[in-house]
């Protein structure tokens, strides 16, 4: 994999990417038999998703905030679409994703500290990316940003999710 530099081209293009249009008519029709009735909610999710074929495991990492409306346990059509389509990137990019988030938790000392948490099912607080950056002689001001940067400001801690967005950020991720 060649050095790529992180430039406002790199980030908008990851921000404003958009799903394949085979597999938006397929996410389309399936939503559109999911609301003839009523609203698709939270509670239906791991049900779309397995009409979509998109294993368990990946749909076990996303939290309602990633496809709810604020405050409510309807599914946001928009986030839907957009979480949609990020998640088949990350699939398709696991390894990449896996390797590098498992790196990032062994130098901040996770994954010796909690070794029977799946490597998905990992958080890192700031205190735990601050680690990490002393293993790689980092300059330590720039950890609440980084942190911040990776959760758009909503939280102090990352998931796995929110690394796999940052390397789509970065230009890191095929898609």
């Not at 609301?35 to 397995?50: G, N």
């Not at 979509?52 to 309602?64: A, G, R």
């Not at 405050?71 to 390797?99: H, P, Q, S, W």
């Not at 990992?122 to 720039?142: E, F, G, I, W």
Request: with cysteine; charged share 30%.
């Amino acid at each position: 994999m060649g050095k790529k530099s992180l430039s406002y081209d790199t980030i908008d293009k990851w921000e404003h990417a958009h799903m394949p249009y085979e597999i938006e008519d397929e996410v389309l029709n399936l939503y559109v038999k999911f609301t003839e009735e009523s609203e698709l909610k939270w509670v239906d999710i791991a049900l779309f998703y397995e009409q979509l074929e998109v294993p368990k495991e990946w749909v076990s990492l996303l939290e309602p905030r990633d496809l709810c409306i604020d405050g409510l346990e309807v599914i946001d059509f928009d986030k839907l679409m957009d979480t949609t389509y990020r998640l088949l990137i990350f699939m398709d990019n696991a390894a990449i994703i896996d390797k590098q988030w498992e790196l990032l938790l062994r130098y901040s000392g996770r994954m010796e500290q909690f070794p029977n948490v799946s490597l998905r099912k990992h958080v890192l607080s700031v205190k735990d990316v601050q680690k990490a950056a002393v293993q790689v002689d980092m300059d330590q001001s720039m950890i609440v940003s980084m942190v911040s940067w990776a959760t758009n400001g909503e939280r102090v801690f990352v998931t796995y999710i929110d690394f796999a967005h940052c390397l789509g950020k970065m230009g890191v991720l095929r898609y």
